[in-house]
């Protein structure tokens, strides 16, 4: 079955930028999700399509697409986007899909 | 305002099947590329998803968990039902449905709003 590949885990310090990839052979195809998901909370789409930016998603949230990885990007780094964030898209089969990835644990030092 | 709000037992015997209802509002389910998914996540663990019906009654199942799964639509009362078949206490885990847009300027799957989600626990 399609899987998408995210790190474990990534961790920075205040200020900086993480980074967060995912990796999976029908990137291209398909467009990617990001989600922020908080202890004990429902998850939150912070970018679409790739790239695009939900309204009310700080503009710090970028997200960028190259061949088989799509990579998420905080800049300035706040505490509070100390979070759990899954990549999403689609297989590329006739019916597509939905496949999430492992999630990566951000972690601001 | 879109709202999704889960509902059903919170706790089930081994081999029984479970019955999730996803009652929304904002929004309708006969409206051309709409459509409600239904996404699990045990304790501690990544988000997997399981279901997702569309608004043309096109109906997408997770291929490991498709032999246990059903999902149906009632339009009129904005509800979309989850059954999920032959439970195990591996199934436990929050069961969160969310509202997706297929429409977005190509075809998209992703999920805008989510309900708060509601824990299952699957024990003797």
């Known amino acids: 079955s399609y899987e998408l590949t995210q790190p474990p885990s990534v961790s920075v310090s205040p200020g900086q930028t993480a980074r967060i990839t995912c990796s999976g052979d029908?990137?291209?195809?398909?467009?990617a999700y990001w989600y922020q998901q908080k202890p004990g909370q429902a998850p939150v789409l912070v970018i679409y399509k790739d790239s695009e930016r939900p309204s009310g998603i700080p503009e710090r949230f970028s997200g960028s697409s190259s061949g088989t990885t799509v990579t998420l990007t905080i800049s300035g780094v706040q505490a509070e986007d100390e979070a759990d964030y899954y990549c999403q898209s689609a297989d590329s089969s006739g019916t597509p899909h939905v496949v999430f990835g492992g999630g990566t644990k951000l972690t601001v030092l | 305002q879109i709202t999704l709000k889960e509902s059903g037992p919170t706790l089930v015997k081994p081999t029984q099947t479970l019955t999730l209802t996803c009652t929304f509002s904002g929004f309708s389910l006969s409206t051309s590329g709409v459509g409600v998914g239904w996404i699990r996540q045990p304790p501690g663990k990544a988000l997997e998803w399981l279901a997702l019906?569309?608004?043309?009654?096109?109906?997408r199942y997770s291929p490991s968990l498709k032999s246990r799964l059903t999902i149906t639509k009632d339009t009129s009362k904005n509800q979309v039902v989850l059954t999920m078949t032959n439970m195990d206490p591996v199934d436990t885990a929050t069961y969160y449905c969310?509202?997706?847009?297929?429409?977005?300027?190509?075809?998209?799957?992703?999920?805008?709003?989510w309900g708060q989600g509601t824990l299952v626990t699957v024990s003797s």
């Open positions: 969310a509202q997706s847009d297929l429409y977005c300027g190509g075809d998209c799957y992703h999920f805008d709003y």
């Open positions: 029908a990137l291209p195809k398909q467009y």
């Open positions: 019906i569309y608004w043309n009654d096109d109906k």
